[in-house]
């Protein structure tokens, strides 16, 4: 009952969605397909008035006496069907407008929503998923849109002017028609409700296949360096005959059903004629509303195509029925997306330019100063005051884990001044990079402060607090555009010189200018055309466009070969004079003038000071850098 009412309220919100959206477009298809479905149920009128007032008399006293009548049926019929014929066209192309739009619409809430999203929602959702929202999702919710409801609307109202006709015209031969419609009502809900549950495995299957190949298409260098393609293609095989056994009984039960349906509606369809042959041969009553009295010979041959046509109807509006169970699926995890919980931010300090005015005071400008500054308005007297940005940054007492249950850091007490060089040390999983997600509130801390220029962080806007931090991260991504375009991605309104003096100062610039259309080059695949050591230099660069007064370089260096490493160590030099930087590095040659080194074991802080006394402490910091033990 709960999956039930989930579906409605999904169904309902979905209309809803639509009409905000195409509330014109709406009413105008409803009204469209209202005449097309009338259209095609009323040329049985047409044809039992032909019969009985116009064939029959015409084979009596010949065609003169049934001309008039003859040519007003005739051009009633055409007018009729030219209405028709307008209406399914108009409500068809307005149609492919709303799905289309509908789609748009609901992709750009996706979107925006993600966006909003905190960084644990990624951590904790498979990408492909996500993805398949994107895709398989929007594309059932096209073929609901676009297809099954139209037909669905059109077929109920179909169904239901035919049966008040066909009672109109003959009450014992209307229940003859509505048993065998329950019977195939019947044979819908069974083979139908079977191919929707098999139907939306399938999605699922196929979503996990396609994973799958983009993980494989990814790692094919992994796969290939380890021989592994043989365990690869057993993998696949699992899925692939998972994928195979759904679609194959999705495909079994939706393709038995029309012929089930057919073969019921040509058996009504015999029935019919013998129950109308034997009412006009006995002339016996017919209960009809048309008050005959009697079914003539018009009656039975109208009443024939209206099963027909009822029976067909019925046969396409059930294969609608795997359809809306898909789309309906689609549409509840587009709009299990668009309902996720958006990243919180209380903070309503911001991050301004400012400038020192000629009373030594600091005030906000709209003008390049080169100076940045807090906005900090106090809600208990109403004022607000400027503190400059320096890059202080110091955590006391800070616990946290990912779980409540888990602490990853323990009682972490630490503190970077402006112009300070902070280097992690420690075993994967030790708490380092932890520690500058912390800062960036990727995540927010159950216990203890974290500091920024004095200014609790929880009160700075997270949008500005990240503003004022640079990040190069051991995993880069490059996005599809040419070299100049991702190191501006940095800042987006730095130009063209200011690029290229943020390569230079990477040692990024000689590789740039030796590419093919140097700075204008388009990369592709996350610079899958670069090495390693190149896309690396771009990140740093990108970082550096920015320029933030706080850094966070986690294991920057580390896909960087030595003679390499050299150069980049001379630009982040250069990056790094003046700014707040935290280093994590497992290359211990890279902190050594470090102002201050944390070693971390298990999320708690065993050692601190800067390289010097640690190593006269002879503790673990000498050990790893002597090499009596290594990093994990």
């Known amino acids: 009952m709960e999956k039930q009412n989930k579906k409605n309220g999904t169904f309902g919100r979905l209309l809803r969605y639509i009409y905000k959206n195409y509330r014109v477009y709406m009413i105008t298809v409803i009204i469209c397909i209202i005449i097309a479905a009338a259209a095609s149920v009323v040329q049985t009128v047409f044809l039992q008035r032909l019969i009985d007032t116009c064939i029959l008399p015409g084979l009596e006293s010949g065609f003169e006496s049934i001309r008039q009548p003859f040519m007003q049926t005739i051009l009633s019929m055409v007018t009729l069907y030219v209405f028709g014929v307008a209406a399914a066209f108009t409500y068809t192309h307005l149609m492919a407008t709303v799905t289309q739009g509908t789609l748009k619409h609901l992709r750009v809430d996706m979107f925006d929503k993600m966006q909003s999203l905190p960084i644990k929602y990624f951590d904790t959702h498979a990408h492909g998923d996500i993805m398949s929202t994107y895709t398989n999702d929007t594309d059932a919710i096209r073929q609901l849109i676009g297809q099954s409801l139209p037909m669905v609307f059109q077929s109920s109202l179909t169904i239901t002017v035919m049966l008040l006709m066909m009672i109109y015209y003959s009450v014992w031969m209307t229940l003859v028609v509505c048993l065998f419609s329950a019977l195939m009502l019947t044979v819908t809900k069974k083979f139908g409700g079977a191919s929707s549950r098999y139907m939306m495995a399938q999605q699922r299957s196929l979503a996990k296949e396609e994973g799958f190949i983009e993980e494989m298409i990814q790692g094919q260098k992994v796969v290939k360096v380890f021989c592994h393609e043989d365990e690869c293609k057993k993998d696949f095989d699992k899925l692939n005959e998972q994928l195979f056994s759904d679609g194959e009984q999705a495909n079994r039960y939706g ?215 640079g990040v190069v991260l051991q995993d880069v991504n490059l996005f599809t555009g040419t070299v100049m375009e991702n190191i501006r991605y940095g800042r987006l309104d730095a130009t063209d010189e200011e690029c290229m003096a943020a390569a230079r100062l990477a040692n990024a610039d000689d590789f740039i200018q030796r590419l093919p259309e140097g700075y204008n080059t388009m990369l592709t695949g996350n610079g899958a055309s670069l090495s390693q050591g190149q896309r690396q230099l771009i990140s740093i660069a990108r970082a550096a466009v920015a320029d933030p007064p706080v850094m966070i370089l986690d294991e920057a260096t580390s896909s960087i070969d030595t003679r390499t490493e050299a150069l980049v160590q001379e630009g982040m030099d250069n990056l790094m004079m003046g700014r707040t930087v935290f280093v994590i590095a497992h290359r211990l040659s890279t902190v050594r003038n470090s102002k201050a080194i944390m070693v971390l074991d298990h999320g708690h802080i065993i050692e601190r000071g800067d390289h010097e006394t640690l190593i006269a402490q002879k503790g673990v910091y000498y050990q790893l850098y002597t090499g009596a033990f290594e990093l994990e």
């Open 255 to 469: 393709n038995s059903l029309m012929p089930i349906l057919n073969n019921v509606g040509n058996l009504m369809y015999v029935v019919l004629a013998i129950v109308g042959g034997l009412l006009v041969y006995l002339k016996a009553p017919n209960l009809s509303l048309s008050g005959s009295g009697i079914v003539t010979i018009g009656v039975i041959v109208s009443f024939l195509g209206m099963a027909r046509q009822l029976s067909q109807t019925i046969g396409q509006a059930s294969m609608q029925v795997a359809m809306i169970a898909m789309g309906l699926a689609g549409a509840s995890r587009v709009f299990a997306l668009i309902d996720e919980k958006p990243e919180e931010d209380e903070g309503y300090v911001t991050l301004v330019r400012a400038e020192w005015g000629a009373d030594g005071v600091l005030k906000e400008t709209n003008d390049k100063s080169g100076i940045w500054a807090w906005k900090h308005p106090h809600k208990a007297d109403g004022t607000v005051t400027y503190t400059p940005l320096k890059g202080d940054i110091r955590l006391e007492d800070v616990d946290f884990g990912y779980t409540p249950e888990k602490l990853v850091l323990h009682d972490i007490t630490l503190y970077a001044k402006p112009g300070q060089k902070i280097a992690f040390v420690g075993a994967t999983g030790a708490g380092k990079t932890t520690i500058t997600n912390l800062i960036n509130r990727f995540y927010d801390i159950p216990d203890g402060k974290i500091r920024y220029d004095g200014i609790n962080i929880t009160k700075i806007r997270k949008p500005d607090l990240r503003r004022s931090l």
